[in-house]
């Protein structure tokens, strides 16, 4: 039952539990799949705007290069640029190279160097921010132009800061060793007839990296070259940023970073591993520095045949944001919602759960067997409506049937009483008059609301019920006890009264006596001594035989000095002439015994009258409560032992047996599953041979011990045994005698005071008296005398 409970859940929690389940379920599928499909979205966002920067990016460095190319090209074929320009001419030709600068503005600068040594160039001051602090250029200053040549055998280099009318605002002159012949894009251009494109430096003026785009002259022994600084790169990149944190890295074949979106690189020395391991990614999440990025690689072509790539780094966190907000958005509405329509589907389960629990209130009419108590409940609900008419139709079946198991179960508890009192003539109709006098007693306790029945209460019929069925089964256990046990009249009585076995025996000696008179005639003795003797001997015998047989009767005690007459009388022997092995049964022989000399005692106890107690399992016995001492052997059938009882005619080993019932009852009754209202009866049944001290059997159960009923069914018990006529080994005593022997039964603490009295002060004992005992039985009683 308590498993049960266990796992017993309530309809209307149930309800809200599964609909919450579903819609937790249908929320999160929703919100599941809006995330994919944002997931998705994000994804396609990124790649798209990466593509975007990477074509971007591929079309700025196409430009470059074909713009530089062209420049190169045109600039090449210009008048004036075999030699480095005179005094008088230089303007002409620096005008040529500041209007290349100004029409490519990603240009830094323009030079040529020759053979000899000697280098002239122009640098676009406002390329970079940076760049006039880095030449110390004033205010109105927009062109640096250069020239490095050999002058009083040490090199020299001329600076002539110009403004924007290429007027000289000022000259500096230092001394160099700087050597265009040794220059990278110098040696690889003077080794190619085409346009060389070096690969990404650093440009010690600007402090940033820049590549030069070169080309040997044509009419002349030298190399023209253009700077292009790459921050314009990395401006287009730092544009692109479409997603905070986000890093872009424009790199070549050997991980050198070309461009980027970013000053400083959070990655440190872990930069050129990404960069590798990022090639052939298009757009994988990668752990870097314990935050998640999308990584995409794209190579960029290049008119040259420097491979470059596009690396970019998108954070995954800062892509999901914005869609994970709209998520935690829904979530908060959902969570909204669900606060209002969860009191709404709450009320409304208050329809289908009302009648349920009225189903239920009339479900424990059933389980406390009040069938017509049982109603149809209200409902407007069809399938309920149907399963409370068929509770009431089942409540009504299961009442009929109960009645019907009652009424069968009843006539066996009456059948078997019966069958228990018609076992011996000795025990009359006692199964069929205590549970009317019980319950006689029972009923006036529990109408008795002071005193020790203060608490005591026969509530129900059921209660009644269990102590009838107790008092009609209190005996149940005698079916048990053999009847020449019960009946057991004499001493020597078993099956048979053996009283008869020892007076043949007696018979046999007396013969014996006359046929020895025989003898001493024929020896010559004297007649009237012989006659006088067998006088005597036969005078001794049947003074023997009748004390044996008097004492065969047990109707008085036997004193110590008799029991010692019958050991004497036992010791007088006869002569056996047949074997007496022959003719008995297996049992028998098994206990028989050999005897060596055919002469044996009128009376013994001999081993064959010994039955061996078996299957008796102490701890058991103990286990189960009971204190009655168990004798050691079943049965001693023993002569001497039998007639020289005390009182009586019962041997210790008989009284057990008859005693045993109760503990045949106990156990009979243990053994039935009665249901939860009737669980009481063994113990009702099993204590009516108990005492208030501790001296009765099989329990030895004190006051504390019994309860109320058990001590009522104790009462009667006694009292329907003193006053049955019905008994055909005693008279029955008459009222007051009965009466009287109670009232000493009290005194011994034998059977209940309290009870007692009550039996006398509700006039119980009289109307018994009148319905059951015989008229000359009833006399006056003085209930003065007893309470």
Not at 354 to 369: F, G, T, V
Not at 382 to 398: A, C, P
Not at 632 to 646: P, Q
Request: charged fraction near 25%; charge should be neutral; hydrophobic fraction near 35%.
């Amino acid at each position: 039952m308590n498993k049960f409970n266990f796992f017993s859940l309530k309809i209307r929690p149930t309800i809200l539990v599964v609909f919450l389940i579903v819609v937790a379920i249908a929320v999160s599928l929703t919100l599941s799949l809006q995330y994919y499909f944002s997931k998705q979205i994000a994804n396609d966002t990124i790649v798209n705007s990466v593509e975007q920067l990477s074509h971007k990016t591929e079309e700025r460095l196409i430009n470059f290069d074909h713009s530089s190319s062209d420049l190169i090209s045109l600039l090449e074929l210009s008048n004036g640029i075999a030699t480095l320009p005179k005094k008088e001419n230089h303007i002409e030709t620096l005008r040529k190279f500041t209007t290349a600068i100004q029409t490519k503005n990603f240009i830094y600068a323009i030079y040529i160097g020759y053979d000899n040594g000697d280098f002239y160039e122009v640098i676009n001051l406002e390329n970079n921010e940076n760049l006039k602090q880095q030449f110390h250029a004033k205010k109105g200053e927009r062109w640096l132009f250069i020239k490095i040549i050999q002058q009083n055998n040490k090199r020299v280099e001329i600076q002539n800061f110009l403004n924007k009318n290429l007027e000289t605002t000022r000259e500096v002159v230092s001394s160099t060793d700087y050597n265009p012949i040794k220059r990278p894009w110098y040696i690889e251009a003077s080794g190619s007839h085409d346009i060389i494109k070096t690969k990404p430096y650093m440009f010690s003026n600007l402090k940033s990296n820049g590549v030069t785009y070169a080309k040997k002259l044509s009419t002349a022994k030298g190399v023209i070259g253009i700077d292009i600084s790459l921050q314009s790169l990395s401006k287009l990149l730092t544009n692109q940023v479409m997603v905070k944190g986000s890093h872009f890295y424009l790199f070549d074949e050997e991980n050198e970073v070309i461009a980027s979106n970013i000053k400083e690189d959070v990655f440190g020395d872990n930069l050129e591993q990404l960069l590798q391991a990022s090639i052939n990614k298009n757009l994988e999440v990668t752990k870097i520095k314990d935050k998640e990025y999308f990584v995409s690689n794209i190579p960029i072509s290049s008119v040259y045949s420097n491979n470059e790539y596009l690396a970019v780094f998108v954070p995954k966190d800062e892509v999901m944001k914005p869609f994970n907000e709209k998520i935690l958005y829904a979530i908060f509405l959902n969570v909204m919602l669900m606060t209002i329509i969860l009191p709404i589907i709450w009320y409304s389960t208050k329809v289908i759960v009302s009648p349920i629990h009225k189903l239920e209130e009339e479900n424990k009419k059933i389980q406390k067997r009040e069938y017509d108590k049982v109603k149809l409940v209200p409902t407007s609900i069809r399938e309920i409506h149907h399963l409370s008419k068929s509770l009431v139709v089942m409540s009504q079946s299961i009442k009929a049937h109960e009645e019907s198991q009652i009424k069968l179960m009843d006539s066996f508890i009456e059948l078997i009483a019966s069958a228990i009192d018609a076992k011996s003539e000795y025990t009359g109709a006692h199964c069929n008059r205590v549970p009317i006098l019980t319950l006689l007693l029972a009923e006036a306790a529990s109408n008795k609301k002071d005193g020790v029945f203060e608490k005591f209460e026969l509530k129900t019929e059921e209660e009644k019920r269990e102590l009838s069925i107790a008092t009609w089964l209190h005996d149940c256990g005698k079916i048990t006890t053999p009847e020449y046990v019960v009946d057991k009249a004499t001493k020597l009585e078993t099956i048979y009264n053996r009283i008869h076995e020892i007076r043949t025996r007696f018979e046999v000696i007396h013969r014996d006596l006359i046929i020895q008179s025989y003898s001493k005639l024929q020896k010559a003795e004297d007649k009237s001594s012989v006659d006088l003797w067998l006088k005597s001997e036969h005078a001794k015998l049947k003074s023997d035989y009748e004390f044996i047989a008097n004492s065969n009767v047990g109707a008085e005690f036997t004193s110590d000095a008799d029991k010692q007459r019958i050991h004497d009388i036992s010791k007088r022997e006869w002569i056996r002439v047949f074997d007496d092995s022959l003719g008995i049964s297996s049992g028998e022989k098994q206990r028989y015994t050999q005897n060596s000399t055919n002469v044996e005692n009128v009376l013994s106890d001999k081993h064959s009258h010994i039955i061996k107690r078996t299957n008796f399992d102490k701890e058991k016995y103990e286990k189960s409560g009971f204190k009655q001492k168990v004798p050691t052997h079943l049965y001693n059938l023993g002569e001497v032992y039998n007639l020289s009882i005390s009182r009586g005619t019962l041997t210790d080993e008989e009284r057990f047996k008859i005693n045993e019932h109760v503990i045949m009852t106990i156990k009979m009754l243990d053994h039935l599953p009665f249901p939860e209202y009737l669980k009481r009866i063994p113990e009702y049944a099993g204590a009516h041979h108990e005492t208030l001290i501790g001296t009765g059997y099989p329990k030895q159960l004190t006051r504390n011990n019994m309860s109320i009923p058990a001590r009522i069914m104790a009462i009667a018990d006694v009292f329907e045994a003193l006053t049955a006529s019905d008994r055909p080994y005693k008279d029955a005593k008459k009222l007051s005698d009965a009466i009287k022997i109670l009232s000493f039964m009290v005194k011994d603490e034998h059977i209940d005071g309290d009870l007692f009295k009550l039996f006398l002060e509700s006039g119980i004992y009289l109307v018994y008296a009148e319905e059951y005992l015989l008229d000359e039985q009833i006399d006056h009683v003085d209930i003065g005398k007893y309470i």
